[in-house]
């Protein structure tokens, strides 16, 4: 037996949204909020693939103090603050969870396939015949900023060492930004960038 013929559309009334259940209403805006953290993250990752290139193999304390770029030559810095105990303490403070970042430059690294790793780290393996080639510089040049008052902007200076290493150390918990050290390095080359548009334009 066939069925009579539908002579209008039928209507489906949603009741108010106050009655929805409360992760009906919510799932647009947190998936905006991911979103939004997903943007902000590759904002970053474009900076630091232009800025690291650059950096690599250049001293960290010159970067820092004079804003030049000085070649690495494997000895001690004029410019280095001397307060290696510190940093020892400061760079052991960094704990990270697999694939999140480098342990030893502290550039993201990609977790489950979510596309934020820089290209200019992304073919690194770690061997003992081929170290990182970042290794160090973040962690160092986020250390002098502190050791020379230069992160007075996004961190007060008044704390201990260890009350900083505890602040570089933590992420935000809504993930759209970089742990402190890494957000603090980024803050610098920008403000390196805003007063030298050419800095980071050229290789040497």
């Known amino acids: 037996m066939s069925q ?3 002579t209008s559309t039928p209507t489906v009334f949603l009741p108010p949204p106050s009655s929805l259940p ?6 647009n805006p947190r998936a905006s909020r991911v979103q939004g953290a997903h943007s902000n993250r590759q904002k970053s990752i474009a900076l630091l693939d232009k800025y690291m290139p650059v950096l690599r193999g250049k001293c ?4 820092v103090s004079t804003r030049s770029l000085v070649l690495e030559d494997g000895h001690n810095c004029g410019l280095r603050p001397a307060v290696d105990h510190d940093y020892i303490a400061f760079k052991s403070n960094f704990r990270f969870a697999p694939f999140t970042y480098c342990y030893y430059c502290c550039l993201p690294q990609e977790q489950r396939f979510n596309g934020l ?3 200019c780290h992304a073919g690194y393996i770690y061997t003992r015949n081929t170290p990182c080639p970042f290794a160090g510089f973040i962690f160092k040049a ?3 900023l502190w050791k020379t008052s230069q992160l007075k902007d996004i961190y007060i200076e008044d704390g201990t060492l260890q ?4 602040w570089a150390s933590q ?3 809504d993930k759209a930004t970089y742990n402190n050290c890494l957000e603090a390095f980024l803050f610098f080359c920008r403000k390196v960038e805003k007063d ?4 980071f334009s050229t290789l040497i």
Do not use: G, L, W
């Open 4 to 6: 009579p013929p539908m």
């Open 22 to 27: 409360s992760n009906f209403r919510t799932i």
């Open 60 to 63: 960290p304390a010159h970067f």
């Open 117 to 119: 790793q820089t290209v």
């Open 142 to 144: 986020v250390f002098y």
């Open 163 to 166: 009350q900083f290493c505890n």
């Open 171 to 173: 992420e935000s918990p």
């Open 196 to 199: 030298d548009p050419k800095f």
